[in-house]
């Protein structure tokens, strides 16, 4: 079996990332700036790091009520180990949890207009991935902060005016207001930095995995083992 690769290479006692030692880079780089640059090739600017990190800020946490930090609490309370935990958390993250990142990120990427993309969602009557919010009915706080952080590192360039112009014409043509959610943002975000869409719910995990450490943590620490649903929490719709 053989593989080829550009990421790294080992020469005596000494490991090269894309060329650099692993021990230079150790002290020299930020975490942020260690991801774009094994990502990319090249360090970023820090207009890209600021912009890189508040998306990684943005989704460490979003409440206990979502799959990725309740799940990983349930495999934990069963006596499993916190990699076996972080496993599970990771695999709640699908097409309805943070899979809209890479969806939306393929739709920019796409080279279309804002006019197309709607147009032809619209045609398919098919939602855009991004777009719309189940607490969030007006604005993502979470997209105007990373958006606000955009505009202060002067990063706002194509893909994010790109989003907003779609959510115009979403307003425009469908007659909905339906505001760009976090997933749309970060879908943005990694479409200016020129990250490849197909890493989207990779980007989701990386920043949601200290989150569900904590909540991990916490419940092997506070809880008593074994979550089990209530009698009163199960409702029975089989035959009498």
């Not at 590192?153 to 194509?158: L, R, S, T």
């Not at 339906?178 to 479409?191: E, F, Q, R, T, Y």
Request: charged share 25%; proline share 3%; with cysteine.
């Amino acid at each position: 079996m053989k593989f080829k690769t550009s990421i790294s290479k080992r020469e005596g006692e000494e490991l090269f990332v894309r060329g650099k030692k692993l021990t230079d880079m150790i002290g020299a780089m930020t975490f942020t700036e260690a991801v774009f640059f094994i990502l990319k090739g090249e360090l970023p600017n820090k207009h890209q790091t600021a912009l890189l990190d508040a998306v990684l800020v943005a989704t460490v946490e979003h409440g206990i009520e979502v799959p990725s930090a309740f799940v990983p609490r349930v495999v934990a309370s069963t006596g499993n180990s916190v990699n076996a935990a972080l496993a599970a958390g990771a695999l709640t993250i699908g097409t309805l949890h943070g899979g809209a990142i890479e969806q939306c990120a393929q739709i920019l990427q796409s080279g279309k207009s804002a006019k197309e993309i709607v147009g032809e969602a619209l045609a398919k009557k098919e939602r855009i991935s991004g777009y719309g919010h189940k607490v969030y009915k007006d604005a993502d706080p979470r997209t105007t902060a990373i958006y606000a952080v955009a505009e202060k590192q002067e990063v706002d360039g194509k893909y994010l005016q790109l989003t907003r112009d779609i959510e115009k014409e979403l307003a425009l043509q469908s007659g909905k207001q339906l505001p760009l959610n976090i997933d749309g943002a970060i879908a943005a975000v990694i479409s200016e930095l020129g990250i490849d869409w197909r890493l989207g719910k990779a980007f989701f995990i990386l920043g949601r995995m200290p989150g569900m450490m904590a909540h991990i943590l916490e419940e092997m620490i506070n809880e008593k083992s074994y979550r089990r649903l209530e009698k009163e929490e199960v409702e029975y719709i089989g035959t009498p």
